[in-house]
């Protein structure tokens, strides 16, 4: 069976952190490009963050950046997403996706959703006094 499976997610304090990992089974991804987006209640869909198959660039949201850090174990077939000083707006479903053709790094439409083939079902994250 071909997945993504998240875990990390929970209910956190504003200013705490959660980190969110995002493992793969019955596919690779140390060729790919991954990404985590996330998704509020009456939202769309947004690009939280990305990085390269070698893990030489990553790209974030501006809403994001300093706050989140995306990293990946190819090894283990495994993708992170350590989220601090979180706050309220950062509530959502996180769901994390491998891009659908091959390639070394972020490109700029990384925040688009058609570009990816593989999701996982995602994992809430509440941030909430």
């Known amino acids: 069976q071909l997945q993504l499976v998240e875990s990390g997610g929970g209910l956190v304090q504003p200013g705490g952190s959660l980190r969110l990992s995002c493992l793969a089974s019955g596919l690779t991804l140390d060729a790919y490009t991954m990404a985590w987006f996330r998704q509020a209640p009456g939202r769309e869909r947004e690009g939280v963050s990305c990085?390269?198959?070698?893990?030489?660039?990553?790209k974030y949201a501006d809403s994001v950046k300093g706050r989140f850090t995306i990293s990946r174990d190819n090894a283990k077939n495994t993708v992170y997403l350590e989220m601090n000083s979180l706050k309220p707006e950062d509530t959502a479903v996180y769901f994390c996706a491998r891009r659908r053709v091959r390639g070394l790094g972020c490109p700029a439409d990384y925040q688009l959703v058609y570009p990816y083939d593989y999701w996982g079902q995602g994992t809430q994250v509440t941030v909430s006094s």
């Open positions: 990085i390269g198959s070698r893990d030489s660039s990553t």
